[in-house]
Each structure stands twice: as C-alpha cells, then as structure tokens.
C-alpha cells in the first residue's frame, strides 16, 4: 500500500485509456466461472454439477438474446465507437470466438466427466439404442399418447415457404424421399415443451424427448422415406424495444411489442449437431439469414438447461445437504404459538436481513401480511420488479385493499423476460381495487421498496423494508440478499417521498438517509470515495468496500483509481462483469478484485467507506452500470446501527480472508483459490453463514 501524501500534495492522476476492462468478454468471463463449479468434483455434489452445466446454458442464451443482439443492432447501424478497445465487429468476433471455446469445453465436461460420474451413481442420461425393450415400448405408448398429438410437421415446398422457427425451440431438421416420384423434401419437426426435456424412465434413468420423436418420424411422414434428420436450435433478438409517449400507453406499447416479437426477431445464433450434413446447414444457413460464423457445432445434446430436470432425482447424497432458513431473531424474539408482531420488533430496533439465511417468509413476506390483516395498517405502498402471480405478497396486496386500504403497487412491466406475467398480475391487481402505477417515462422502477402506514396511540407511524432483491419467495431461497426492515422515522419519511415521486408529481431529488438514482446514487459514491481519499491524505483511517453484480460505469471506476493512485485500499466483490482492471501498475496498485460463486446466487450490493473511523455503510438495488445510474429508480439506504455495520464489515472481511473459496482478478485474468497451501479445502463462505446462522439462532445472539 502506498503512504499517505504530505499533507498539501497531491499526486498526479495517470487514467490510460486501456484502463476498462471490456464489459462483455468480462461477462464470458464469469460464465467460465460457473462453469469452473461444474468441473469442481472436489467441493460440489455430483447433482449440482450438472445444475452448474445448465445455469451456464440459461446464462449463454440470455447473453446472445440480449447483449449480442444489442451489439448486432450497432453493428447494423454503423456504430464505429470502440468499446474496451474492441470496435464493435472485432468484438463480436471476438465473443464468438471465446464463446466457442466455452461451449466446446462444456461439452467435453459432460461427455467426459458429468455423465459418466451420474451413470456411475445410477443416474443415465440414454440414446435410444440404449433403452431395454420395455423402455422402448413405454416410450412407443408415450409418443402415441401424448407426444404425437401435438406435434405439428411443416414441410418446405413452393406452397409452403420455410417456417418460423422459434427461439430456444429445440427442432429436429429433417429430409424426406417421396418414394413414387423420387423427389427429395426438407420439413422441420419442433419439440413440444408439453414433456420435460428429459424423460425419465424411472430408476435414475432418462432419455431425450428429441430421441424419442427422432425414433418416430417414419410415422410422422407416413409414406415417406426418411433419409436423414439432424437437431439445430435457433437463437433469436428478445430484447423489447418500446417507445415511451407516456406512462399511460405503456402498457398497451408493450403488450403490442410483445405480439410483434413472436416473429421478425432477426437469429444471433445457431446450434446444431457436430454430424450434421453439409446439405442441411447450408439450407439453415440460408433460411434463416444466419452467418456461418454464429453456427455452433455442438458434440452432445443441444440446450443442456434441460439438466434443470435432473433435480428430481431423489439422492441427498448427491446434492447439497438439505437448509431451511430461519427466523431472524429479533423477529422471533416474541414469537410464541403465534407468528411473531412484526411491528412491536421493530419499534423496539431496525433487523438487518441477510436471504436466504434469514427466512424471507417470516420476514419480508410476514411483514406484507401483517400488515395487510391487521386494522390499525392504513395504508400499503410496494414495488414490484420480478415476482410470482401466485406469490403470497400478491394475496396479501390484494386481501389489503378488500379490506379498505390504501394499496399501492409501482409495477415495473418492462422487466426483462417477465413482461407478460408481470402484465398478468399487474391486471390481477388491478381487478380487486389496488392502485397500479407502471412506472415512469424513460426509467425502469428497481428499488426494493415496501411501505406501511399504521395508526398508533402516539400517531401515525410509518414501517419500511429497502432491499436488495426482488419480492418473490422463490427466488429468495437461491438468492442472496439483504434488507433492513425498519421504523425509523427519517428513513421512512424519505421512502414515503419515494413512492411520492414514483405515483405523483413530485419532483423530489433530495433525501436524508437514501441516494436515489437517477438523480444522486453516481454523484453521492464519487463524493464518498473523494471523501476517502481526503481522509487518507489526512493520515485518517481510509478504506472502502463494495460488493455488487457488475461494475462498467466510467466515472465510478476512474474515481476509484485515482483513490487508488492517491493509496486508499480498494476492495471490490463482484459477482458477474467487472470493468475495473486491478493490480496495474500506477493505476490500481491499491485495488482488490474478488469473486464469490455457489450454493447461492450472491445478488446484494453493500457500500462501506471507513471515513475516518466513522463508516459510512449502505445496501440497496444498484449495481454500478450505466443502466442502473442513469435509467433506472435505484435506492441506496444508509446503515446506522453499530451492530449492522460491524456485522456488513465482517461479511467483507470474511469474503477477503486468504482461506475462503473464491476467485481474484489478477492482469492475467481470473485466478481460483480453493485449495489452501496444506492441500486441504479452504472455507465456503456460504456454507459458513449458514453455520453461523444456526448458531446465532440457537444461542439468541442479538447481532
């Protein structure tokens, strides 16, 4: 670490301009990491591995939807403005030249290492030729039964142009002989999503439905020869473009964009079967207007998110041992055969929530249901980013404004990929006299707000829970996150103004205990690291501590090297895409760049600056990315309670320690640490806090 200045002295700022990492290859990057898990024999179980396999597939499809679609879209339009250093066809080419190399190694993990260790525990993924006979019979019934029905086959001749394919539809590409004339004919089969993608045949073994159909088509084409066929997967742009006039046609903007999308959306990728036929390619090729470098050629069963399907299999020992979250105890402090009074808790301290460790459903979810169900709650405002329509916190919206509250619901309908089922429920909600608002012009609403408004004898008082994560159960026992549920009457005042400027005219940019974006979350971090760059120069304690998702935005970062450059210790957590390159020389001497992935989906963003030994600490819904700073309704909260802080201090501590799993940014790119120098594992730190919430738990430790 580098010695404070003289007081007086400022070093100069070197900022080159090779100093951002690029945003998408960083992206690959991470994947790579997840699919590090699924090679990690050693710390995770057999079934996780293969969970491992599929989250990266379900990753890799988002990516080309989304972020190689966009980068399509600017090639397109001529876009000449380099980014990273790349010029954006050069780094096209060069994300599928490295997504290339991760789908082959991919592959090879479950050719050579996956499905040889499930078959080993009795667990076999089968070809056909690899079913008994009455496996072969019970698949010969299933397909008359159920899968025949549905499948609709679509031949291409000069009647019958070359159908649609839709995205992410596994398809069978198949060539027909017309045994009277001879002739020669392409039809294309799709899979049906009416079945698993693998069927199980009980006792631990599956089969592909593909395999299935595939055994099946000289019944589809009655009469015909078949003489070859040949699985492919189509990759389609699924980002929703919306023009916003105004709040009020949003809604009706975006459900007519959602009709256009079923068609026109232009492919990014193709995936088919190493053994395809030229003959066959080059008719795909042609027909979808798909470039023969976004072909990829893929040795084993195409689409393994399927292997989502494998977590049916009943083996303890192969999965992670069995976790159910508990009760935080300030909660359950005064929980007897009753669930607990929310409201009494908090009067009496803010809780700090750490989910999946702390129940969400005796928290958050129990604190929208109190306060639905109980007489003196006036009032109830909520955000709602990506949930379920069968969540227990619709119901409780919707039992709250039967009752005669005042129910405020700020639905963000644009949320990617859940616009038709946020749609669904924002509707539902709606229909039983809740007041919805979708949003504003121009901004995505993300902040994880909740308000209650209760009369008590000394007045109206008013409850908040600002999080990290969405309000969606399911969600919340693979995600990590952290809230504060509180009744502290600042910072309730300013989520009230919040939702205020969120449902009204309001024009409010100013808060006591929240940085609010798009207005001052940018502005109030460089002031905080500022801040600790002054403190440095003044011989005061310094230092500074985030953890978020992903990091790309410039002005955050450049502030954070010249913190560097200026000797304050930098620690960064980041999950996904990082855009800071740590470790060079002059530049970011001083930063530290770690990776955490797991059981669980690390997802809360935490703040800490030491400010001279008074930190400044905060949680909330930003990442640092363009989007969230600049087009998103982002909160921040500060965290004033000693025993909050000093508990967020020790998770970054315990995140840093030299013996805890985890991955470093280095100049050389990402570098694993989970084996300690005596070659025995280091700790997990997920696992550790689940150890460690049980034992507060059990001993009732207040922290």
């Excluded at 057999?46 to 990266?56: D, M, V, Y």
Aim: glycine fraction near 6%.
């Amino acid at each position: 670490m580098s010695d404070p200045a003289p007081p007086g002295t400022e070093p100069a700022v070197w900022l080159p301009e090779d100093r951002f990492a690029e945003r998408e290859l960083s992206w690959l990057s991470f994947n790579e990491r997840v699919l590090a898990l699924a090679k990690d024999a050693a710390r995770i179980p057999l079934l996780e591995r293969a969970k491992f396999l599929a989250i990266f597939s379900s990753n890799l499809d988002e990516f080309f939807m989304v972020r190689v679609a966009g980068l399509k879209r600017r090639i397109a339009a001529g876009v000449a403005t380099p980014r990273g250093g790349f010029l954006p066809r050069d780094l096209h080419e060069a994300i599928l030249r490295r997504t290339r190399e991760l789908v082959a190694d991919q592959a090879e993990v479950f050719t050579t290492e996956v499905r040889p260790a499930l078959a080993a525990e009795g667990i076999h993924i089968l070809t056909w030729a690899e079913l008994t006979g009455a496996e072969k019979d019970r698949m010969r019934s299933l397909y008359a039964e159920r899968i025949f029905p549905v499948l609709t086959p679509l031949a291409v001749d000069p009647s019958h142009p070359f159908p649609y394919i839709s995205g992410l539809s596994i398809n069978l590409a198949v060539f027909l002989r017309n045994p009277s004339t001879g002739t020669r004919q392409f039809a294309r089969v799709k899979v049906p999503n009416l079945l698993s993608r693998f069927i199980t045949l009980g006792n631990g073994r599956f089969v592909p439905l593909e395999e299935v159909i595939a055994q099946h088509l000289d019944h589809l084409f009655a009469g015909m020869q078949v003489l070859s066929h040949h699985v492919f997967r189509v990759t389609r742009n699924e980002d929703l473009e919306v023009e916003e006039d105004d709040a009020e046609n949003l809604l009706f903007a975006l459900e007519k964009e959602l009709l256009r999308q079923k068609v026109g959306r232009p492919p990014v990728r193709l995936e088919v079967e190493t053994d395809i036929d030229e003959q066959t390619l080059d008719l795909l090729l042609a027909e979808l207007d798909i470039e023969e470098r976004e072909v990829f050629r893929i040795d084993g069963p195409l689409d393994l998110t399927g292997l989502f399907s494998l977590a049916s299999v009943d083996r303890e020992d192969l999965s992670y041992p069995a976790f159910l979250p508990i009760t935080h105890t300030h909660l359950a402090e005064v929980e007897t055969a009753q669930p607990a009074d929310l409201f009494t808790s908090l009067r009496r301290r803010d809780v700090l929530l750490q989910h999946p460790y702390d129940s969400f459903a005796t928290s958050v979810q129990r604190f929208i249901e109190q306060a639905a169900a109980d007489p003196h709650v006036l009032a109830i405002k909520q955000t709602l980013y990506r949930t379920s329509g069968d969540s227990p916190i619709i119901d409780a919206l919707i039992e709250a404004a039967q009752a005669g509250k005042q129910v405020l619901a700020v639905v963000e309908i644009k949320a990617r990929f859940d616009e038709r089922n946020n749609i669904a429920w924002a509707r539902k909600l709606e229909q039983y006299g809740v007041h919805v608002v979708y949003g504003m012009v121009g901004l995505k609403t993300h902040c994880k707000l909740s308000l209650v408004v209760r009369d008590e004898p000394e007045g109206l008082r008013r409850y908040a829970h600002i999080g990290t994560g969405n309000y969606n159960p399911k969600t919340a026992r693979m995600y990590e996150d952290m809230g504060l549920l509180t009744s502290n009457p600042v910072t309730t005042e300013d989520v009230a103004r919040v939702f205020n400027h969120l449902s009204g005219m309001a024009a409010e940019t100013r808060y006591r205990r929240l940085l609010v974006a798009p207005h001052s979350i940018r502005k109030g971090l460089v002031d905080l690291i500022e801040g600790e760059i002054a403190h440095h120069r003044a011989g005061r304690e310094a230092r500074i501590r985030i953890k978020v998702n992903s990091i790309v935005d410039e002005v955050v970062t450049d502030a954070l090297y010249k913190a560097s450059q200026a000797g304050v210790p930098v620690d960064l957590w980041v999950r996904g895409i990082c855009g800071v390159r740590p470790g060079v020389p002059r530049l970011s001497e001083n930063i530290r760049v770690r990776s955490i992935l797991g059981r669980f989906l690390e997802h809360s963003r935490l703040f800490w600056f030491s400010n001279g030994g008074s930190p400044v600490v905060g949680l909330g819904s930003s990442d640092l990315m363009h989007r969230n700073l600049d087009r998103r309704v982002e909160v921040l909260v500060s965290i004033t309670n000693r025993k909050h802080i000093a508990q967020i201090g020790e998770l970054f501590d315990l995140a840093f320690a030299e013996d805890t799993v985890g991955w470093w940014l280095t100049a050389d790119g990402w570098v694993e640490q989970s084996i300690g120098p005596d070659g025995r594992p280091l700790r997990d730190l997920q696992e550790h806090l689940i150890q460690v919430t049980g034992i507060r738990r059990r001993t009732k430790d207040p922290t």
